[in-house]
């Protein structure tokens, strides 16, 4: 009998504020359960909220097991696919987020280092998402927000925590849909079908990149 490959874990978050639909989820829906590269896609919903982010998201991990985590967010004013290549050990809410809190100039995890690069292969992924027809780029900022404190958090659970060092994980940044752009007068906006195809693409050479990941620590912490 053939052993089944680990899990893609593939994750978006609830609404937030006025956005009736955050696309990072509708996206995670659709792959929910699809095949890529021999490896199945299960999707999950985090909460965008400080904190219970990280919390649903470990408890994932710990059940699930996956062998690659992706963490999906939403970037308004973005047009292309972001893949974020760094995050940061700072929470600087300028808004506060669904559970009503706005943390100011904290750590997300105190005393661990100042930042964290991505485990993914960001430059194969960047031109499968490209070769896939779909507007895409490299990111060097994800923020301060909910988003950059779940690939934080993320990146230091793969690095420290027992039993992930073989995991790759990282996270990924998605325009608004036309229709929400249209009600804010920005400008900025991907179709669905088209964030599909691209993360599906960049999941599919995630896992066949055959590299070692590009995982490595930033020196410095935050006290």
């Known amino acids: 009998m053939l052993t089944p490959q680990p899990h893609v874990l593939l994750t978006g978050f609830d609404a937030f504020g006025d956005v009736a639909h955050n696309p990072s989820w509708l996206v995670a829906q659709v792959l929910d359960g699809r095949q ?26 710990k059940l699930h097991r996956p062998g690659l985590v992706i963490c999906l967010g939403l970037a308004s004013g973005r047009s292309a696919i972001s893949l974020e290549r760094i995050a940061i050990n700072v ?13 100011i100039d904290t750590p997300v995890v ?3 280092p ?9 430059k194969a992924m960047l031109q499968a998402v490209r070769d896939a027809g779909v507007a895409a780029e490299l990111s060097n900022t994800a923020g301060t927000f909910v988003c950059n404190h779940v690939f934080y958090a993320l990146m230091h659970r793969l690095e420290t925590g027992r039993g992930f060092k073989q995991v790759r994980g990282g996270f990924i940044h998605l325009p608004c849909l036309p229709e929400q752009a249209d009600a804010s007068g920005a400008t900025a906006s991907m179709a669905l079908d088209d964030m599909v195809r691209g993360i599906e693409a960049a999941i599919g050479a995630a896992l066949a990149y055959s590299g070692l990941p590009d995982l490595a620590v930033v020196a410095g912490t935050i006290s």
């Open 114 to 122: 100042a930042a964290y690069f991505t485990g993914l292969p960001v």
């Open 91 to 103: 929470n600087d809410a300028r808004i506060a987020d669904n559970a009503h809190a706005q943390p």
């Open 110 to 112: 105190p005393g661990g």
């Open 36 to 61: 890529i590269g021999g490896h199945q896609v299960l999707s999950a919903q985090l909460p965008t909220a400080f904190g219970a982010s990280w919390d649903r998201l470990t408890a994932l991990m």
